[in-house]
Structures are given as C-alpha cells and as structure tokens.
C-alpha cells in the first residue's frame, strides 16, 4: 500500500516536472534570443547549455530597437488606448448594471436577455460588417475605432450585475431616504462597494486590449497610431532578412511588462477568472 | 406635485444609466450582425458597391473546395483542442491543487503563457519550429533524430499549431478546474477514505461527477475560443499554409473581406461559421444538461 502510493507519488512529480520544463523551456530560449547577435542565433544548430545561455550577452538589439521603432510612442498610444477602454468600460458597464440590478422598468428582463446574448456574437464573426460600419462613421485609422467598439460589452454588464444583486439594498434604500438621489447611490456607495469586481474586470478589460489584434490590423494603418502587438509583426515583416535578435528584443519589451502586472496583481486576475468559471 | 416628479424622475433613470452601454452595443454588435445577414446576400466589393444578388454567395460557398478545408481544419483544431486540452487542464489542476509551495508556484509558472500576447507566443513557436536553428529541431538533431518541417510541413503544420496553442492557453482552463474543485467539500474524500476508495475511485466516483458543471462550462467556452479566438496564431505563424492547411475559418473570412475584397462572400463565410458554432454550443449544452449523462 505504502509502497503503491509512493510510486504514484513519483509519476506524479514526473509528470508536473515534465510539464514545467516544457512550459520554461520554450520562455527561457526565447528570452535569450533578444541577447544574442544574429550571427550567433543562425549558429545554434544543436542544443547545449549555450541553447540557454548566450554566448556573449548583447544589449545592442534593444538599442537597434529603440532606433528601429518608436517603441516609446507605441507603448504610449497602446497604454492610452487599453486604460481608455478600462476606464470607458468599467463606467459604461457597471452604469449598465446598475440599472439591471436597482430599478424595474418596462422591458427590463427583456434588454438583459438580449445584451446577455450578443456574448455569442464575437468580434471575430462581427470583423466584416464592423469594417464598413467603421468606415461610415469614419473612424479608420482613427483610435475611435479601438476604443468604442469595446466600452460595453455583454459579458462586463453580466458580471457587474451577478456583483450588484449580492449587494444588500439596506444601503441604498437608507440613503435615498436621507434623500440622496441614484446617482448619488450609484456613484457613493455602490460603486465603492464593487471594488473587488472593478479591479477584477479592469484587469481582464485590460489584458484583452493588450492582447488584441484583429481590430488594430484591421482598422489602422497609419504607422503613427500603431499599437504594441500590430508593432511586434510590423518589425517582422519589414526586415529584409531574418532579423531574429531584433524581432526577439521587440518580444521581451513586449511581455515583461504584462508578467510583471500579473505577479502583482495575481490575486485580482484568478478571482476573475474564478468567479466567471462559477457563475457560468 | 413633488410626488408626481419624483415618480417621472423614476422612470426615466433607468433608461440614462442604461444609454450609453446600450448604445455602443446597438452600435457595434446588434447592427454589425443585422449588417452581416444582409451583406451574405450581396455582392459588395471592400470599395463600397453593394447590390443584392440572393443566395449566390451561399451557393459560391457551399460547392468550393477551399472551403470545405478550411471548414475540416477549423473542426480538426476544435475537437482536439477541445479534448487534449481540457485532459490536460484538469489532470493538471488535480495535481496542483495542495496549498504547498511548490504547487502555488507551479501554478504561476504555468500561467505565464497566458497572460503572454498571443502575438507574442505564436512568434515564440514559429522560431521554436524554425528548421535551421529552432530548438526543437536542434532537440531532435540531437537525439539523432530526423529534423521535421513543421509548420512548413503540409502534414504536420495544423498539429504543430494546436501544440502550441494549448501551451498557451491549458493553465487558464485548469485555473477554472481548480476553483470548481474547492467547491467540492473534503468530508466527501475524508468519507471516501475511510471506505477504502483508492486515489483513482476517488476522482472517478466523486471529483469527476461533482464537477460536472464546471466542465460542461470548459467544454462550451474552449469550443468557441478554439474555434473563433485563432486569429492571431495563423496571421502569425503560417498565414494559412502550408497548401492552405491551417488557414482557418477566421482567417479564411478576413482573407477573402481584406485581401482579396470580397465582403459579400466573407460575410456568407460568418453566417455559415456562426449558426455551425451555435449548434454545436446548444448541443454541448443539451447533452451536458441532460439528467444522466
């Protein structure tokens, strides 16, 4: 019996050290690329600790970097346009929500139903009709184009909302009979009580926007208003030969930030993804 | 007099916290997908000209061959990402799920790729796949093995793809696993134990069916991210090749909208992409709803 569980034991600590090299690995051989010359990447046929480690470590591919690209005008428009939709979002969604969650009117269950149900109509499926919608109202190359489409979605007010109905109405009601009006409610106690939720949702709002593609390939071409991922690709597909080293320092610019805004903010983004597991 | 305000007041601020979010999604969703229906049944070229021309998109659609390929690899990726990776997720999460050191630090070394950009993981692979100086190609140099293609191999590219993609994505879904299996209270293993129930029983007869919401909600949201969320790798990484072997619905739509201008039949291509991912999404649920299953 005894011997049995070890053994089990065992292969399960194989596997999850399997499983780690595997996922370590491939990060630990990419982050080495962006300190390397592309001589010596075009060197590593084999595999070797030097397959890790660099030869001779090299800071000029992020110096070739910074001359190549205006990283710090990408960073800057990607930044403005991910925090506007954050902040556009958590405040048009949770107004949203609001609304579901504190009054009845005319319609009600009937509007939730539906914006509930636009979640099965992604942007991907929506890309076509999309482009010419955005070309009528003129927003191509236009940040607009990135930032409206995403300001109320059905899954922030369905989340904001399942938070809201948790919260006990005594509050509001107290402060409404000390007249205070919804506004009021909504801007003084709801919304600091949904705290937890905001940061939540702002994180997952957040990393989407940064992680998204399609609609900055799609809708803006003009170099000055490139964001980060749109950027990593441009360096790719201008080079003239296979400038690895330089592709790869663009990459480690690219992610760390991100690692280092989950290693902090951790806690927020598994409750997240947690709560959304639940409730679904 | 103030009574009657204050009641006109009432039913009108519903409607102004609601505006805004109902507008940007009348906006950008609900006309975008009443545009779309009407756009499959026209002919319009990305320069504007759009004129009804009944079903021929459809019936452009449903007799090509480019088609019906790109339909099997998007089917190919979904069901074996949907399989391999929700295995995965879940035997890795049973593993991880002890409140030690190593296990919670095992869990944030795993979650890394996926909080990376997908851009920035299908870059990593394509070099990872690279043939001259990738390092999987060097691992199997190494061994004495034969160095593959990969991406660039006809046979293998779509399999190298979903590899990875379920690097990227696995340790999302076993966070998910995770939480649904806190929720499952100890008394039941503890009870179990003392039964006599080995390890494997155990998950078999009491993890297994108590988690059965949890993954029935993994089924549904992977097929729908693995089927539609694949964008980026194959601009990325292969751009639908090789001999068209990765290029997946949605890239096969934005290729025919965007590079060869045709909105009408791309907009028929969505359709077609969004009543079968619908279908398939109701019959996970019926099947998953269903008492016994």
Known sequence: MRNRSSRVSLAHGAFLALL???????LLWGLSLAFRTNEEIVRMTGVSLHSFLPERVTLANFERLFKAVNML???????????????????????????????????????????????????????????????????????????LPFCATGFGIFFMRQFMAGIPRDLDEAAEIDGCNKLVVFSRIIVPLCRTALVTLGLIVFLQQWDNFLIPVTFISKKSLMLLQVAITDIYSHMFFTDTALLFAGI??????????FVFLQRYYVLGITSTGIKG | MTKLNRRRGWIATPYLFLGPALAVIALFVI??????????????????????????NYVTLFSSREFYSSLTASVIFMVIVVVAQ??????????????????????????IPVVLS?????????????????????????????????????????????????????????????????????????????????????????????LRRTILFVVVVTTMDSFIKVFTPVYVMTDGGPRGRTDLLVYFIWRNAFKLGDLGYASAIAMV??????????????IGEAPDA
């Open chain 1, 73 to 147: 005008r990408v960073f800057g428009v990607t930044l403005l346009v991910c925090l506007s939709v954050t902040f556009l979002s958590l405040l048009v969604n949770s107004a949203a929500a609001f609304a579901f969650a504190r009054f009845t009117f005319a319609g009600r269950n009937i509007i939730f139903a539906i914006v509930v149900a636009t979640m099965i109509l992604p942007i991907e499926i929506l890309i076509v009709p999309l482009y010419r919608i955005v070309k009528e109202l003129g927003f191509m190359n236009r940040l607009a184009a990135l930032i």
């Open chain 2, 31 to 56: 006309y975008p997908g009443a545009t779309m229906v009407y756009l499959s049944f026209c002919k319009a070229s990305i320069i504007g000209k759009v004129s009804p021309v009944g079903i021929d």
């Open chain 2, 118 to 210: 997908f851009v920035v993981v299908a870059f990593l692979w394509k070099f990872l796949y690279n043939p001259d100086f990738g390092l999987i190609d060097g691992i199997l140099g190494g061994l004495g093995l034969k160095r593959q293609g990969f991406l660039s191999n006809p046979s293998q590219a779509l399999g190298s793809m979903i590899a990875a993609c379920i690097w990227k994505s696995f340790a999302f879904f076993m966070m998910i696993f995770l939480a649904g299996l806190k929720e499952i209270p100890t008394e039941l293993y503890e009870a179990a134990h003392l039964d006599g129930a080995r390890p494997v029983q155990r998950v078999r007869f009491i993890t297994l069916p108590l």
């Open chain 1, 252 to 261: 480690f610019v690219s992610a760390v930030p991100v690692i280092v805004i």
């Open chain 2, 273 to 286: 992409m969004f009543v079968f991912i619908l279908v398939v999404n109701l019959v996970q649920l019926r």
């Open chain 2, 86 to 111: 929700t295995a995965l997720a879940l035997i890795v999460a049973l593993l991880v799920q002890s409140e030690r050191r190593t296990m919670a630090a095992l869990r944030t070394l795993f979650f």
């Open chain 1, 20 to 26: 780690a090299i595997l996922v370590l690995v491939p």
